[in-house]
């Protein structure tokens, strides 16, 4: 008799049922910024849309952040801490290639034993692992997963670099995804175009610092985040319109059924070229958090959400449009239903 593999047994709807968000203190405005890369504040509101962002200081990690982040969305998703048993962190700067981030986090909110992994795909990391959560619920692996975006960019960029210095900031968003009674979680559109992969990247190895340690020692420079901004524009400009597409339709809607779009706020101009190509209907809701915190990579989507429903331009219950690209290049896209948040 051939022995059999006994299969899990999941949910047929999933769907965000919190969101909470942290961002750090201080404001830092264009001037601040402005002086080591020769800029001013209106070059900086011309160029991205960006007028202030938020810098966490020391006591603002990446892991404190986070849970921050997750208590917020634990209580508006009305979900226990015994609930959870699935914890995704999507980040690009938890700067340890050991142990990841996650299981500490699980561990501080009191989810031992839960599964825990981090994500790294750039600025989509949050769309990608909003992907995983779904599937794994309605697969039956997961009960409730919690999904993390979080980011301290400050710790990855060099002051004066011009390409980089005034755009990147800090922040943390958190959804709890979970069972529902009707499908809340849009089949995800998402890929990579590795051809693009010098557009966003580290601009040296850590292999390469350590022999430049060797070389120079304190005169070694630090490994830095990198943009060609232009590249990426012209990439997004190009290419995203179809992923947006691909994901609405897929979604079984089309575009004048969207009540908000939430774009990842890398530039102001790119939301705005996305928002005209797709033709949003008047009442479609635009998400523009960049203007007041800046490009929070994997961080961003959550952030913007909660901004949207915080100010009163979208509410929980909204059809909304979620599209992230970044380093990789790497994109995903799926529609969604608000959530609750805090």
Not at 49 to 60: L, M, P, S, V, Y
Not at 94 to 104: K, R, S, V
Request: proline content about 4%; glycine content about 8%.
């Amino acid at each position: 008799m051939v022995a059999r593999i006994a299969q899990t047994t999941g949910v047929e709807h999933t769907a965000i049922l919190g969101l909470g968000v942290y961002r750090p203190a201080r404001i830092v405005t264009n001037d601040e910024v402005a002086g080591p890369i020769d800029s001013s504040d209106e070059w900086i509101r011309t160029r991205s849309g960006i007028r202030t962002r938020r810098f966490a200081d020391d006591t603002e990690t990446v892991r404190s952040m986070s849970v921050a982040a997750a208590k917020g969305a634990l209580e508006s998703a009305g979900v226990a801490v015994d609930q959870v048993d699935t914890v995704i962190v999507a980040t690009s700067t938890h700067l340890m290639l050991t142990p990841a981030a996650a299981p500490q986090i699980a561990t501080e909110l009191g989810m031992d034993g839960a599964a825990a992994f981090d994500v790294s795909a750039g600025c989509a990391g949050f769309c990608h692992a909003l992907a995983l959560a779904s599937d794994l619920v309605r697969a039956g692996t997961s009960g409730h997963v919690l999904v993390i975006g979080v980011e301290k960019l400050t710790d990855t960029i060099n002051s004066k670099d011009r390409s980089t210095a005034f755009l990147f900031a800090d922040g943390a968003g958190a959804v709890v995804v979970g069972p529902a009674a009707e499908q809340g979680i849009g089949p995800t559109v998402w890929g990579s175009d590795g051809t693009q992969s010098h557009a966003i990247r580290q601009d040296k190895d850590w292999l390469e610092f350590f022999a430049e340690i060797e070389e120079k020692g304190l005169d070694a420079v630090r490994p830095y985040l990198t943009m060609e901004g232009t590249a990426v524009f012209r990439w997004a400009a190009h290419s995203l319109e179809k992923v947006c597409r691909d994901a609405i339709d897929r979604a079984g809607l089309a575009t004048d059924d969207l009540d908000a779009m939430i774009p990842h706020q890398a530039n102001g101009r790119i939301i705005e070229i996305m928002a005209r190509v797709l033709e949003l209907p008047e009442n479609c809701a635009l998400a523009n958090d960049i203007e007041e915190t800046g490009n929070t990579s994997a961080a961003s989507i959550p952030l913007a959400m909660e901004q949207l429903l915080r100010s009163g331009q979208s509410k929980p219950g909204d059809t909304a449009l979620l599209i992230a690209f970044g380093a990789g290049l790497s994109y995903a896209a799926q529609v969604v239903t608000l959530p609750n948040w805090a």
